[in-house]
């Protein structure tokens, strides 16, 4: 990998002459502390509530009451979290959150990487024009499709089951099909000269030269599409009706306005519908970082 | 439900396909037909000009997105624009209204609120985003022993999104037992009712929005790290001070980051939903926004034409928006190719 992609020597080289110099916070000290303060403060007003949320879903509903701003963790009723597991049916939710997220992720990577390296490596007659239209795709909110998509899933039959979900992540989505374009092209075009030299057709090359060398790529937007599918509101709330097939936000929607008061039990789910996220985060912090520079890519 | 997929459903049943997959069957059926037809016209396109190979090989490596284009995007639009001119309530047959629904929008009292809701939103919450986003990355990015924690307990709250986020925030500003109140009452402060007043319901979503802006930091932290250190060096022996150094080396190349993030915030914010569902629209329509407002009439009323009709004002609205941001930012972009810079290096490393 290390020789197929530049890896930037020129900043290497800077960094470098940088380090020579001495760090930041050896020059500047009087400054480096009113830094730290603020940096201090800021983490404090950030990562507060999210404390709270913690401490708040092991304390009893009087606790709460009593507790107010502090995160002192005076309580631990572990048991909130068995009765967010058991008080509805959790784990069916689970499922089928895991269902409409993890299928559609392989369904977006493939399809994008095929579009992403069609856009990138076979240039012919009107690829720029479609190309043109992909981007296009982008700016169009998905509302204005929302209420005829719903016609065409109710024509299937599909309304109240997990499919409307699911299918459309088959046919791509501009944003990632742009992310993988813009991965491909800068790959270098001799693999493909190569491949063909060998008699590999395009999509042998395409699976078996280019994908695997676009992992990174691939990670970065499946942690990506994870955390969008995995909180995903809208759809759910569109196209799921019966107990059955709802997905753990949309339990969580009608849990919140059930049970209003229970406020531990609302945080030990919404804890328990954030862990994932979580895992993910602190398993691949580094590709995440990856991913979102992507995002912000020019 | 059309009887052709009807016909095909009984048939799917008496060959005991499961009920669960039964709904994909003529889903499937119409893809298989659909590929069959694509195989056989790239087949003979093939044999008729055999170094086409190339070309045939973009349409089918395309063909997945092609084919959701027309059946998600295309086909969608179009039954739209012919949707919002009609009155259905998707039991009875739709019904020809011609432009009723749009000039009924434009008197709808509530209409005009949500516009007035989304947008406030909008035009509040992006600036303050982008500039606290952009502010933090500036201090994340001293060089300094432990940033990295720092970095990532700021990132943290953005794992927290969609309901789980505004279920805690509607207990952080609850008025009695909220995390906020009994902060602001320890210093004397009375505080006010958040999400239960009409006056404060915006503000405190705005407010919460801030939470996540952990996100957008880690964009404007990638990009500068990739600015040229050879341009501050070069601007630093010119004998530029720290902020001319940020006027005229960081900020210009930055902007189209920067430019990136507020179009896309724009666009997200527009179609923000989740907080106003969640509590139905908030106190006298405080939190009535647009997107909301469309779901509660084609979902909750049935009103799908009326919804269509809304689905294109915010069409409008969002290309007014993105176009204005383009024209007002035109002039200060920077873009390095454009001015005969050398192309940038890749961004994505090795992984």
Redesign the interface.
Known sequence: ??AL????R??DT?AT??RADR???RRNLPL?LV??V??GL??LA?????L??IA?SLRSLAG??NA??SIWPSEFLWGNYTRAITSFPFWRYALNSMLTTLIPIVGTVF??A??G???AR?R??F?GV?FA??LA?M??????????????F?????ID?L?PLI??A???S?FY?FLFRQ?FS?MPAELADAAVVDGC???KM?LLVYLPLA???V??ISILLF?GYW????GP??YINSDQWKTL??A??GF?SVNGTD?PL??A??VL??LP??AI?FLA???I??G??????? | MNPTIGWIRQLAESWGVPAVLVPLVPFLVLLIVLYAVIGLAAYGALRKWPRADKTIAFWLFISPWLIGFLIFTVGPMLSSIYVSLTSWDLITPPEFVGVANYSEAFQDPRVAQAIKVTLLYAVISVPLQTALAFAVSLLMNVDLPGIRLFRTIWYLPSLVSGVAQIVLFLWVFNPQYGLVNDMLGKVGIAGPGWFNDASWALPTVILMSLWTVGGAMVIYLAGLKDVPTTLYEAAALDGAGPLRLFWHVTLPQLSPIILFNVLTGIIGALQIFTQGFIVNGGPKDSLLFFVYYLYDNAFQNFRMGYASALAWILFVIIMALTAVTLRGSAFAIYYETEMGGRRRRPRVRRG
């Open positions: 990998m290390a992609v530049d890896t930037g020129a900043t800077a002459v940088r760090p930041y916070w480096t830094l730290y603020v940096l800021g983490s950030f990562v507060y509530p999210f709270w949320m708040t709460v009451g107010g701003a399809s994008c095929l579009a390296f069609a856009f076979l012919v007659r690829s479609v239209v992909v795709t700016l169009l909110p998905g509302e204005v499709t929302m209420v005829p998509q719903f016609m065409l109710n024509n299937l039959g599909m089951t499919y299918l459309p088959f046919f791509g501009p099909i991965f800068r057709g395009w999509f395409f992992r990174p790529a990670v970065a955390m909180n995903n509101f809208l709330a569109i936000p949309l969580l929607a919140q406020t609302l945080m789910t919404s519908i954030t996220c979580l985060f912090q580094k590709q970082t990856n979102i520079t992507f995002t912000g890519g020019r």
